[in-house]
Nanobody
Framework: QVQLVESGGGLVQTGGSLTLSCAASGRTSSTLAMGWFRQAPGKERELVAGISWNGGSTYYASSVKGRFTISRDNAKSTVYLQMTSLKFEDTAVYYC?????????????????WGQGTQVTVSS
């Protein structure tokens, strides 16, 4: 069974940058898609960015396109989310998730393992 551990969250000012990391342990995750979701208070969890098993296909929510970059290093079983030009509305708990298949899907139902979440707070 795969376990996911996120790191890299914190407090940053508007316009700043953060990089989140998600390390997978246990059964190999290299053949499965990975995603970064976020959930703000009172809002539904949404897929921010996703990456296919080999990195050949990526997805970005329109709200983060051009500012966030998802990448993965299968040798290290780690997926990253580089966040730049952060906005107040990016404030949320960010979750790393392991996909059910090697392809990226937007629905949270297509993800079978979740990390504990890391808080990102952008101050205005």
């Amino acid at each position: 069974q795969v376990q996911l551990v996120e790191s890299g969250g914190g407090l940053v000012q508007t316009g700043g940058s953060l990089t989140l990391s998600c390390a997978a342990s246990g059964r190999t995750s290299s053949t499965l898609a990975m995603g970064w979701f976020r959930q703000a208070p009172g809002k539904e969890r949404e897929l921010v960015a996703g990456i296919s098993w080999n990195g050949g296909s990526t997805y970005y929510a329109s709200s983060v396109k051009g500012r966030f970059t998802i990448s993965r290093d299968n040798a290290k079983s780690t997926v990253y989310l580089q966040m730049t030009s952060l906005k107040f509305e990016d404030t949320a708990v960010y979750y790393c998730a392991l996909g059910r298949t090697g392809l990226v899907y937007r629905s949270a139902r297509e993800y079978i393992t979740w990390g504990q979440g890391t808080q990102v707070t952008v101050s205005s």
